[in-house]
């Protein structure tokens, strides 16, 4: 009979603790309502839940969702601080390029932005609490403690969460091409991000091809992450338009169209960077290197 595979255990466990400092070194700085602190503290959680979603098949459930729902709940209570500071920057940049009107527009809708990141507090609060590290390290002693036998090879294991995470991608590419939507592509924005943790999670059983791979992704990003933040200031001008008064209410229409032409700029940019993925002969690339892990799995040899 095959011995039960250990890998994943253990790999999970060092991928856990080599993301956990950038999250607790986030905490000073995004207590103090630091844009940077505040960014970092959710890209630390996000990255941590995506070692526990990769592992679900090698950790004990309970101790996993624990953590799990924790870190979903920083992320989440960071989240639209972290918009807020992302388009008032962006806002502040434009405006200071503006003349007339529009430059008008652009002063107050950064005034009422600033007034809706200041009712974020609370939520910065609480997220900042959820990363205390007294809790956390509790709960991943508690995983390191657990049996961490699984019967599944994790090498196999890793290229089904890999191609999981791929196909989705794929999906959510095609369904955007064949609406031309913005939550579609969103969506499309979401599931890069899950494909790119997913990959850097399982990165250490690759070596350097993952890294590429990885750096691909990255690139594609990029742009999307770019229209994204043109985009989500756009929609905020539009939210706050009727809210403006004088001679800003005469800018509004400048700005707003502004911001539209600059996000599908970004579009464009996008789709020419991602020709290199969604192709069947890169598709085909992908997938060999998923197969191909330089690691060796454990122990999952037959006994003699």
Not at 139 to 166: D, F, I, M, P, T
Not at 190 to 212: N, S
């Amino acid at each position: 009979m095959p011995k039960r595979c250990t890998l994943g255990h253990r790999m999970a466990l060092d991928a856990l603790r080599k993301r956990l400092p950038a999250l607790y070194a986030a905490r000073d700085a995004a207590s103090r309502y630091d844009a940077d602190g505040i960014h970092d503290m959710r890209v630390a959680s996000r990255r941590l839940r995506s070692v526990l979603v990769a592992h679900k098949t090698q950790l004990k459930q309970k101790a996993s969702d624990e953590l799990l729902n924790r870190f979903k709940a920083i992320t989440g209570g960071l989240g639209v601080a972290r918009e807020l500071d992302v388009t008032c920057a962006l806002l502040e940049k434009k405006r200071s390029k503006m003349k007339g009107a529009p430059r008008t527009a652009a002063t107050q809708v950064l005034g009422a932005l600033r007034a809706l990141r200041k009712s974020e507090t609370q939520s910065v609060d609480a997220g900042v609490h959820l990363a205390a590290e007294e809790r956390i390290e509790a709960a991943v002693r508690q995983l390191e403690s657990e049996s961490g036998k699984c019967k599944h090879c994790y090498l196999a294991s890793a290229e089904e969460a890999l191609e999981k995470r791929l196909a989705l991608l794929d999906k959510r590419y095609a369904l955007w091409q064949k609406t031309h939507s913005e939550e579609e592509l969103h969506q499309v924005r979401i599931a890069f991000k899950h494909l790119r943790y997913h990959a850097e999670v399982f990165q250490p059983l690759y070596g350097q091809p993952m890294e590429d791979f990885i750096k691909k992704l990255k690139s594609a990003q990029e742009h999307l992450g770019a229209w994204n933040d043109a985009r989500v200031l756009r929609d905020y001008v539009e939210r706050l338009a009727h809210d403006l008064n004088g001679k800003a209410s005469e800018g509004v229409a400048q700005l707003h169209s502004e911001l539209d032409r600059e996000a599908d700029g970004l579009l464009d940019a996008f789709e020419a960077s991602a020709e290199d993925l969604f192709n069947e002969e890169s598709h085909a690339r992908i997938r060999d290197l998923f197969a191909d892990p330089s690691h060796t799995c454990c122990d999952r040899k037959k006994d003699e």
